[in-house]
């Protein structure tokens, strides 16, 4: 069966960087684009980055362009987020999710997104 799963996510200091990676099995990782979301507490879901199926087209949020930068490494079937100049308000369970639709566009909504991982969670303290 298909497995998203997340790493690297913990508590840092506000400025700080941490590296999270998303292993995939059980499916064509190439075929997939490939996205991070993140959930804070009590908020709804949102996309933070994507990224096209061989890596050369990426989409980020607004809150995050200029500080974290997505990345994939098909022969490893592997996608990272690295994340710097961490702010409080990035504090959120980050998640990892595959879209197996063979298409060009990175899509910010998560409906579109056909595999989740399960979380991991990053807190940055002020």
């Known amino acids: 069966q298909v497995q998203l799963v997340e790493s690297g996510g913990g508590l840092v200091q506000a400025g700080g960087s941490l590296r999270l990676s998303c292993a995939a099995s059980?499916?064509?990782?190439?075929?997939?684009?490939m996205a991070w979301f993140r959930q804070a507490t009590g908020k709804e879901r949102e996309f933070v980055a994507g990224?096209?199926?061989?890596?050369?087209?990426?989409n980020y949020a607004d809150s995050v362009k200029g500080r974290f930068t997505i990345s994939r490494d098909n022969a490893k079937n592997t996608v990272y987020l690295t994340m710097n100049s961490l702010r409080p308000e990035d504090t959120a369970v980050y998640y990892c999710?595959?879209?197996?639709?063979?298409?060009?566009?990175?899509?910010?909504?998560?409906?579109?997104?056909?595999?989740w991982g399960q979380g991991t969670q990053v807190t940055v303290s002020s």
């Open positions: 999710a595959a879209d197996r639709t063979w298409t060009t566009i990175v899509s910010v909504g998560s409906s579109v997104y056909d595999y």
């Open positions: 059980g499916l064509t990782f190439t075929n997939c684009a």
């Open positions: 990224i096209g199926r061989s890596g050369g087209r990426q």
